[in-house]
T-cell receptor, first 114, second 111 residues
Framework: EAGVAQSPRYKIIEKRQSVAFWCNPI?????LYWYQQILGQGPKLLIQ????????DSQLPKDRFSAERLKGVDSTLKIQPAKLEDSAVYLC????????????FGPGTRLTVL | EDQVTQSPEALRLQEGESSSLNCSYT??????LFWYRQDPGKGPEFLFT???AGEEKEKERLKATLTKKESFLHITAPKPEDSATYLC????????????FGQGTILTVHP
């Protein structure tokens, strides 16, 4: 079974530029999560989708971050404009359904903002 | 607000030297306590889920246990390949499915 796919794996941008990350969850997984992991810290949830609807985006900085999950499959997370403090690894995870809750993570995208 | 504290922050062991990692949590309405392993440059890899106090689960040299306020990850006779960051994450509260991760314990096992 293929795992969670993410691209790109690495991205370097200047502050105030925009960037987008893509995630393809495990086939059949209804729930998709985006996490931000700053160096030395545990992952922090940014947004949770159930199919193509948002379940929780309480920790998403909505003035600069946006995410969508069209057709309830793959998802895109965008940052516009980026700040230095956005430098982190962005992880995507998926689970079969919220009730089972075991989340499987992709390899992440390492973002460096200069 | 849910809180999770892992200790120690870093642990160095000799191969074969058993030890335990601690995860203290404050979560209302715990639905599950998850343990993940994370290698450098990779995403977290699922290890265990514990659902109720007194529950134990084992996988190779790892055993996870759960009380009402803490979880322990016991490592028996570790090998260098067990070196990684171990993350715990309780799930509960008002946001169904949300995991609150601790900062992790960096485990290094020397041969």
């Amino acid at each position: 079974e293929a795992g969670v796919a993410q691209s790109p794996r690495y991205k370097i941008i200047e502050k105030r530029q925009s960037v987008a990350f893509w995630c393809n969850p495990i086939s059949g997984h209804a729930t998709l999560y985006w996490y931000q992991q700053i160096l030395g810290q545990g992952p922090k949830l940014l947004i949770q989708f159930q199919n193509n609807g948002v379940v929780d985006d309480s920790q998403l900085p909505k003035d600069r971050f946006s995410a969508e999950r069209l057709k309830g499959v793959d998802s895109t997370l965008k940052i516009q404009p980026a700040k230095l403090e956005d430098s982190a690894v962005y992880l995507c995870a998926s689970s079969l359904e919220v009730a089972t809750n075991t989340q499987y993570f992709g390899p992440g995208t390492r973002l460096t903002v200069l | 607000e849910d809180q999770v504290t892992q200790s120690p922050e870093a642990l160095r062991l000799q191969e074969g030297e058993s030890s335990s990692l601690n995860c203290s949590y404050t979560v209302s309405g715990l639905r599950g306590l998850f343990w993940y392993r994370q290698d450098p440059g990779k995403g977290p890899e699922f290890l265990f889920t514990l659902y109720s106090a007194g529950e134990e689960k084992e996988k190779e040299r790892l055993k996870a246990t759960l009380t009402k306020k803490e979880s322990f990850l016991h490592i028996t006779a570790p090998k260098p390949e067990d070196s990684a960051t171990y993350l715990c994450a309780p799930s509960g509260g008002t946001s169904y499915g949300k995991l609150t991760f601790g900062q992790g314990t960096i485990l290094t096992v020397h041969p």
